[in-house]
């Protein structure tokens, strides 16, 4: 599905601009790929910097309450948040 392609692509790169990460590091993420407390690059001060991101590169809004744990726990995680945002019903 390119949709989902392009939202992969842009958590990645929401994620290698925000924490400094190689575009070569975050090419290797899978689904499984843990994130948060797994990344030290990834703290808790960061995690408002790669939903910012993600908002910019997306053109999505991430409430606080929706800002979670598991959402954070995995990069296919991550990446089913930000796609379910970009899903509006028309």
Known sequence: MAAGKEVE???RAALASALGL???RVAGFTDD???F???PELDSMAVAAVLTELEDRLGIVIEDDEVDGEMLESF???TRFA???TDFPI
């Open 9 to 11: 692509a842009g958590v």
């Open 22 to 24: 190689s575009d070569e």
């Open 33 to 35: 790929t843990p994130l």
């Open 37 to 39: 407390g797994a990344l």
């Open 76 to 78: 296919g995680a991550l």
């Open 83 to 85: 796609a379910a945002k």
